[in-house]
C-alpha cells in the first residue's frame, strides 16, 4: 500500500487513509493543463486547490443557485486544507469528488477528493464557505436554496 | 456581426475575422475553473494562453513524440499571440483547435481558436514552437516523429 | 548576440530586436512565482501575460484611474502578443516596463517588455484595451482623467 | 475585533487567532497581480497557496540549499492547510512570513502567515515537506544543510 502510494503515502503511520471515489454523491472531470506541472514534473500543489475551487462553484452555478455576478448572498471561504498521497500528471483529467461534511446555519463544511484512473484519492481536503451578505461582508442564514442542493450531498464520514 | 460579438468584435473595421471550428484537424475539451474568471466576471485574459498551452503540448504527448521529463528535444515557446473576440465564461469548457499554419526546419507556427458553444472562435491567435537541444538550448531540426504527428496537422488558411 | 540570447534568440535572421529598459516611461518590479515555473524549469510562457496585465492595472489603479469592482467604463482586453527572447527565472523578480504606443479615441496600445537583471528585455510584446460601458460592454471613448494618465506614457517606438 | 476582522473573521468563537508578524524569523514581500483577483473583487482562495509555495521555496533556493533543477533530494508537500481570516487586494503586495514549528528526520512543518499592510495576519496555515531521493520518491533524511537553514527558522508556537 505504501509502495503504491509512494513517497507522499508514507510520511506518517498515523496518517488518515484515503477517500474511495463510491462514497462521494458528486464528481466532476477536470481537465489538467499543461502550465499545473511545475519543475518536478507533477502538478503543483497550489492547484489542486483550483480543483477544489471548481468542483464547488460549478456544482452550486449548474444547479441555479448561485450567479457569481449578481447573487446577493455568496459563499466567502475561510479555511481549506489538503493532503496529498501521491502526484497528479498531465494530460490526464481529474476526478474532482464532493459531499458536505457538516452544513451549519451559515457554514458548510465540504470534503473533496481528487483522483486520477484509480478508485482511492490521490489527495483529499476540506473547503469551508462562510455565508455572507455580498455588501456588508457579515454572515447571513444559508439561503434555503442554497441549503437544499447542499443537503443533497451530505454524507457522514465512514 | 459587431452585436453578436459585443464590444471586443467592434474595436476595427479591419479586424480579422473569426475562424471556424470545422477548418480545424484537432480539438480539445478543456475545462474551465472558477479560478480562470477574474473581477469582471469573464475568462482573464492570460488564461486564454494555458488553453493554448494545453492543446499544443496534449497533442504531442497523446501522440507520444513528447515526454516532457527525458525528451531530449524539446519545443521553446518563442512567440504567442491571441485576438479576443468576445467572452468565455464558466463553467461551460472552452474547445481548443488545433492546426499547423506553418512546418519549418526547426519551428512551427501553430493556429489556435477557442470556442465556446458555438462555431465560430471567441478568441485566436498562433503559438510558435523552436526545437531545441535541451541540455544546450540551440536549435535542432524537428524529429521525425514530431514531424510526422505536426504533418497530419497542416492547413493552408483560407 | 545570440550566443547571449539562447536558442530563443536566434530562431529567425529578421526577427524583431529586444527593447531596452530606458526606452520606457513607466516599469514596475513584480515577484517571481515557485509555481510560475514549468518542468522545463523556466516561468512559463503564459505567466508573462500575467506580468503583463499586472503592469497595465496597477498604472492606472494606483494612478486612481480605475477602481476594478465600481468603475462604470472598464478596458477590455482585445489583442495580446509576446516575443520570448530567453527565459525568465525564480526567484528573481521581473521587472514590467510600460508604454503607450498608440492611444486611440477609445482604445489604447501598450508596448510591455520584461527585464530581468539585464538592460535588454527578455520578452516583449503589446496588449490592447478597448474601453466600454461596463453594463453595455459597447465602446465609448477613452475617459478623460484616463487619457490624462496614458498620454504620460506615450513614446514613440524608435 | 471581528468588525476589523470581516465576515471571515467571526465564523467560530473557537477559531484560532491570527498569528503576527513579529513571531516570524523570516518574510519576504510579494507582488500581487490583476488575475490573482476573482469575481469578488478579492484574491482568490487558491492564490494563498502561490505565496506560502514561494516563500518556502525562495528561502531554500536563496541560501543554497535547493537547486530545483539539479537537486538529488528534494522536498514534496504532503499537506497544506489555510485558515483566511480578511481578504487580500490588488494591487497591494503581501508579506509571506515563515517559520518552523516542527523539524522531523524526514519532514518539516512550517507555519506561513500572509499580511497585508497590517501587523495581524489576513490568512495563516501550515505546509509539511517530506523529503525524498528525486528518483526513487522515497523518503530520506533531510540533508544536513537543509537542516542547517531550516533549524535557523525553529520557533516554538507562542
Not at 455580498?134 to 451530505?154: F, G, H, K, N, Y
Request: charge should be neutral.
Amino acid at each position: 500500500m505504501a509502495e503504491a502510494h509512494g513517497a507522499r503515502g508514507t510520511s506518517a503511520p498515523g496518517r488518515e487513509a484515503p477517500f474511495v471515489l463510491k462514497d462521494f454523491p458528486h464528481s466532476l472531470p477536470i481537465s489538467t493543463r499543461w502550465a499545473d506541472v511545475d519543475v518536478y514534473g507533477h502538478v503543483n500543489n497550489v492547484v489542486y486547490y483550483s480543483y477544489f475551487d471548481t468542483v464547488v462553484n460549478e456544482y452550486l452555478i449548474a444547479r441555479g443557485v448561485l450567479d457569481p455576478q449578481t447573487s446577493p448572498i455568496i459563499g466567502l471561504v475561510v479555511e481549506t486544507r489538503c493532503t496529498y498521497f501521491r502526484s497528479l500528471t498531465f494530460p490526464a483529467p481529474v476526478m474532482a469528488a464532493l459531499r458536505v461534511a457538516k452544513l451549519g446555519s451559515s457554514s458548510v463544511r465540504y470534503d473533496i477528493a481528487l483522483f486520477q484512473g484509480d478508485e482511492e484519492a490521490v489527495a483529499q481536503g476540506h473547503f469551508v464557505h462562510v455565508y455572507v451578505d455580498r455588501a456588508s461582508q457579515r454572515p447571513v442564514p444559508i439561503p434555503d436554496p442554497v441549503r437544499a442542493v447542499l443537503q443533497a450531498l451530505v454524507r457522514t464520514p465512514a
